[in-house]
T-cell receptor
Framework: DTEVTQTPKHLVMGMTNKKSLKCEQHMGHRAMYWYKQKAKKPPELMFVYSYEKLSINESVPSRFSPECPNSSLLNLHLHALQPEDSALYLC??????????????FGQGTRLTVV | AQSVTQLGSHVSVSEGALVLLRCNYS??????LFWYVQYPNQGLQLLLKYTSAATLVKGINGFEAEFKKSETSFHLTKPSAHMSDAAEYFCAVSESGYNKLIFGAGTRLAVHP
């Protein structure tokens, strides 16, 4: 199994809603990532978890709250978002957060629209 | 800080023609470089990676890239384009010690009959 699975594929939420994005991998990877991708732009790193601990937060606003319940799961909790937060949110995983980089495997993404 | 620059936001080729997508990197240490492809409304798929072994790297779908330190380049090529190659291509560099990817702006490849 070489997949990273993200749910839901599409999400529409109001600015007062609370929602969560979910990501799952069964490749035994110990690093997991959240990226944000705006239309016609490259992905931008938001968070890195290494061995279930948050190791990088790229100065992301607190309305985005990541969680790594175990080595296979990664969540992104959303609260009080703004319309400009509408984007494709990509989850990725790799063998380790540190060490010789081998690249990351990406999920299909969640297309988020904030209304 | 490490970075990559992709020259040409749009490239258009005929089916069967050579594909050349350009990427230059900036790094004070030996870089780890990657090419990813993204089809519409999809995630990113790893095409190939350079991790300081062979300078000519072969990837999936007939793509390859050559690491040239003297030119600080890692251009992506494919001898013969297929219609199915039409997509967005991203060059990326990994910050030393982490699988943290820094992406270039991307190049949209169009393939016409």
């Amino acid at each position: 199994d070489t997949e990273v699975t993200q749910t839901p594929k599409h999400l529409v939420m109001g600015m007062t809603n609370k929602k969560s994005l979910k990501c799952e991998q069964h490749m035994g990877h110990r690093a997991m990532y959240w990226y944000k991708q705006k239309a016609k732009k490259p992905p931008e790193l938001m968070f890195v978890y290494s061995y279930e601990k948050l190791s990088i937060n790229e100065s992301v606003p607190s309305r985005f709250s990541p969680e790594c319940p175990n080595s296979s799961l990664l969540n992104l909790h959303l609260h009080a978002l703004q319309p400009e937060d509408s984007a494709l949110y990509l989850c990725a995983s790799s063998q380790e957060g540190r060490g010789k980089p081998i690249g990351a495997f990406f999920g299909q993404g969640t297309r988020l629209t904030v209304v | 800080a490490q970075s990559v620059t992709q020259l040409g936001s749009h490239v258009s080729v005929s089916e069967g023609a050579l594909v050349l997508l350009r990427c230059n990197y900036s790094s004070s240490v030996p870089p780890y470089l990657f090419w990813y492809v993204q089809y519409p409304n999809q995630g990113l798929q790893l095409l190939l990676k350079y991790t300081s072994a062979a300078t000519l790297v072969k990837g999936i779908n007939g793509f390859e890239a050559e690491f040239k330190k003297s030119e600080t380049s890692f251009h992506l090529t494919k001898p013969s384009a297929h219609m199915s190659d039409a997509a967005e291509y991203f060059c990326a560099v990994s910050e030393s010690g982490y699988n943290k990817l820094i992406f270039g702006a991307g190049t949209r490849l169009a393939v016409h009959p």
